[in-house]
T-cell receptor
Framework: KAGVTQTPRYLIKTRGQQVTLSCSPI?????VSWYQQTPGQGLQFLFE???????NKGNFPGRFSGRQFSNSRSEMNVSTLELGDSALYLC??????????????????FGPGTRLTVL | KNEVEQSPQNLTAQEGEFITINCSYS?????LHWLQQHPGGGIVSLFM?????KKHGRLIATINIQEKHSSLHITASHPRDSAVYIC??????????WGAGTKLIIKP
């Protein structure tokens, strides 16, 4: 099976612009989660999508939004970019949503990430 | 106090040494993830376990739910094991709580 793919891998934007990142999960996986990783804050959870619905949301401003399509692919959008949005954005897919624990069902598989630089 | 504490934060060892990374957490959990992140940024899931012990190649993960503690062991360490190892317990809301990571360097 192909792994999780993310596009683009690198992106440079300027303050005020908006950006859309894409994540294609492992075939058969229906849950996609997004994370932001910065040197100072470590990994922080953005949101989780399952069956085209946002199931969980982290503590990020409304400038960060996402969606999931019927084929489980997901996009994340950041509007009105700020310098502090520079980070590695990771998506992870799992077989099912994290409403309960079942062996193998919740294990997350990560994509290579999109490195966003805001100038 | 952080909900997840990993120790050590940094570890440098010689090739062949037995490595142990510890993870203690303060919340009730249903399961715990161990992940590996290489300098390029990619994260690889190593284990997800809810009890006992799991082994994959030279890697062994153990967890004691009652003591709220998990360990990751690497036997016969190799320079390619150099990476950041992250412990991420899954809390009662099934959210992952991320540890700060342990940076491991294995010297040849």
């Amino acid at each position: 099976k192909a792994g999780v793919t993310q596009t683009p891998r690198y992106l440079i934007k300027t303050r005020g612009q908006q950006v859309t990142l894409s994540c294609s999960p492992i075939s058969g996986h229906r849950s996609v989660s997004w994370y932001q990783q910065t040197p100072g804050q470590g990994l922080q959870f953005l949101f989780e999508y399952f069956s085209e619905t946002q199931r969980n949301k982290g503590n990020f401003p409304g400038r960060f939004s996402g969606r999931q399509f019927s084929n489980s692919r997901s996009e994340m959008n950041v509007s009105t970019l700020e310098l502090g949005d520079s980070a590695l954005y990771l998506c992870a897919s799992s077989e099912g949503q994290r409403r309960f624990y079942r062996e193998g069902y919740n294990e997350q598989f990560f994509g290579p990430g999109t490195r966003l630089t805001v100038l | 106090k952080n909900e997840v504490e990993q120790s050590p934060q940094n570890l440098t060892a010689q090739e062949g040494e037995f490595i142990t990374i510890n993870c203690s957490y303060s919340v009730g959990i249903s399961a715990l993830h161990w992940l590996q992140q290489h300098p390029g940024g990619g994260i690889v899931s190593l284990f997800m376990l809810s009890s006992g012990k799991k082994k994959h190649g030279r890697l062994i993960a153990t967890i004691n739910i009652q003591e709220k503690h998990s360990s990751l062991h690497i036997t016969a360490s190799h320079p390619r094991d150099s990476a950041v190892y992250i412990c991420a317990p899954m809390d009662s809301n099934y959210q992952l709580i991320w540890g700060a990571g342990t940076k491991l360097i294995i010297k040849p």
